[in-house]
């Protein structure tokens, strides 16, 4: 039932955001945009919900569980910033608006993008670290918690993954390759045309 609900809750979430984009550039409704777009918080409250009533109502604590608790950390840490760059795309693609700047490629630009892509997974993983750890108090000693304690590590091991890919763009910075960051003036300047 759990990952019925996470499924229903994901499909709710682009059905919900698609709706949004397409009020607020097809329509010009900025404000029920606006209010569609604050029902995405309801998606996750309801989940968690039910979560706990699960738990509650004795279930055992299962890995469904702890992917409930993984899917609203990232949504979390993760859901403003996946808004944000789908609202520039469909502004850009239904309103006529400037194309949308991808994510650096190259550089102190691409480790500064990473290093704060590693604090939203800190900040999904905290979240989900924090749901979880209330589910296990929750259940106190009387259920069996190992998956919800693995989940727990996974939710850390993912922090440390990233970290050290976040980490390896700062130590190694990606180089541009030969012409590709030259302004046209700098190509005009060394003769290259």
Known sequence: MIVALIIACEVGFWVLLALALAVRYLLRWRRTSVVLLLCEPVLELVLFVVTAIDLKSGAE???????????????????????????????????????????????????RHEGALWVRTVVAAGVALALLQAAVWYVGDDGNVASLRSFQWAALRAVGIHGLVALAYTIWPKKAPEGEGETAGEKERAGVR
């Open 61 to 111: 604590p299962s890995w469904e569980h702890g992917l409930a608790a993984l899917y609203i950390g990232f949504t979390v840490g993760y859901g403003h910033y996946m808004i944000r760059r789908l609202d520039g795309h469909a502004a850009h693609r239904l309103a006529g608006g400037p194309k949308p700047a991808g994510p650096p490629k190259y550089g102190a630009a691409r480790a």
